[in-house]
């Protein structure tokens, strides 16, 4: 009896398997990133230094927008498709 | 009460961003998976296009010369153009495979208006060099759309278009009013801000 069938099927999920790890990793990576840039360019982050400031530069900040962005990612888009991707 | 215009940037630099993380995304797990749910498959073209009208108040309320509105406008045209034709061939209304021809159309026009309304050389300033940056990543960054366009399932294409938006993303957070680049800093461009 041959069982290259089975080793086929073998192969393709473990060509495949790195899909969901890369998705669960997108989000938090966003994250690390805005995380990382926070702390290489503190002054871009005014709430750290929020004397002064005005409004705009209060509620707009491009770490803290990269970090918004890879939670809301992470949290409305990877974990749905996580799970479709595991019924796949 | 108006954001200063940095600020506009930076905001369309993070929905670039979430558009890269969607493609990238659709890129890693196939069309299939991907549109296995419906407000999924809708979910980049209709963010390409909210993001086409939201640059119409930016072409009313931050350009301060003709040439620099007409690029804006120049933007928000094909933006909403390319969203519209996505969400049509998403959707089954738009059956000619033609309509794929428009999101790497969308990417050469908003080069060329990059590149056309930014007058200063590289290194004039910080918006001078991002502009002839971006004008040439979008016109090169053409060929992932119009390859995606003639083969639409090929990963690499797809993840190349995504990588375009989250280059674009990058480039656009680093936008300031008036900043050097890499220390330089016309003494015609003025004083910086901050």
């Known amino acids: 009896m041959s069982s290259q069938t089975a080793t086929q099927v073998q192969t393709r999920t473990a060509t495949l398997a790195w899909r969901p790890r890369v998705i669960a990793l997108l989000g938090p990576l966003t994250v690390a990133a805005g995380i990382a840039w926070a702390i290489l360019q503190p002054w871009r982050l005014t709430l750290l230094h929020p004397h002064g400031q005005g409004f705009w530069f209060l509620v707009v900040e491009p770490p803290l927008l990269v970090v918004i962005a890879g939670v809301a990612f992470h949290t409305l888009v990877a974990r749905t498709l996580l799970r479709d991707l595991e019924e796949s | ?194």
């Open chain 2, 1 to 194: 009460m108006q954001p200063p215009a940095e600020h506009v940037h930076w905001m369309f630099a993070t929905g670039f961003l979430l558009l890269s993380l969607f493609l990238f995304a659709e890129a890693i797990v196939g069309e299939e998976v991907w549109r296995r749910r419906a407000w999924r498959a809708y979910l980049w073209p209709s963010f390409a296009f909210l993001m086409g009208v939201l640059m119409w108040p930016v072409m009313t309320f931050f350009t301060n010369s003709t040439i620099h509105m007409v690029a804006h406008g120049a933007w928000a045209q094909v933006m909403m153009l390319a969203g519209g034709a996505e969400l049509g061939i998403v959707r089954g209304k738009l059956q000619s495979p033609l309509w794929r021809l428009a999101t790497p159309f969308a990417f050469v026009v908003s080069g060329l208006a990059f590149l056309l309304h930014e007058q200063n050389p590289w290194l004039f300033q910080r918006s001078a060099f991002l502009h002839h940056f971006l004008g040439w990543t979008l016109l090169v960054g053409a060929v992932f759309p119009l390859a995606r366009a003639v083969r639409p399932s090929w990963a690499v294409a797809q993840a190349g278009f995504a990588l375009v938006f989250a280059v674009a993303a990058v480039a656009l957070y680093c936008d300031r009013d008036l900043a050097p680049v890499f220390g330089h800093l016309s003494p015609l461009a003025g004083e910086p801000h901050r």
